[in-house]
């Protein structure tokens, strides 16, 4: 299995979600992005995370908040 097929669990409001690829795409995010504000950090990751897993319109808010905590 690569990498980018590796399954991350986050929480995402009350609920776990797996997400493919998170790590490594977190990591690319954060060394492309430092200093950006965490806004255009978070749209980044949705973009990013959105191309291998289903990440619904109504949901992309919570799974940003979480993507965001889960930089922290």
């Known amino acids: 299995m690569a990498d ?7 929480r995402v409001g009350k ?3 797996g997400i493919i690829g998170f790590k490594e795409i977190l990591a690319e995010v954060a060394e ?12 980044k990751l949705l973009v990013r995370l959105s191309k ?6 109504n949901a992309r808010e919570l799974y940003g908040q979480s993507a965001n905590q889960s930089k922290s």
């Open 52 to 57: 291998q897993n289903n990440i619904t319109s």
């Open 15 to 17: 609920h776990p979600s």
């Open 4 to 10: 980018t097929d590796e399954i991350t669990r986050i």
């Open 32 to 43: 492309t992005m430092m200093g950006a504000p965490d806004e255009l950090i978070r749209e």
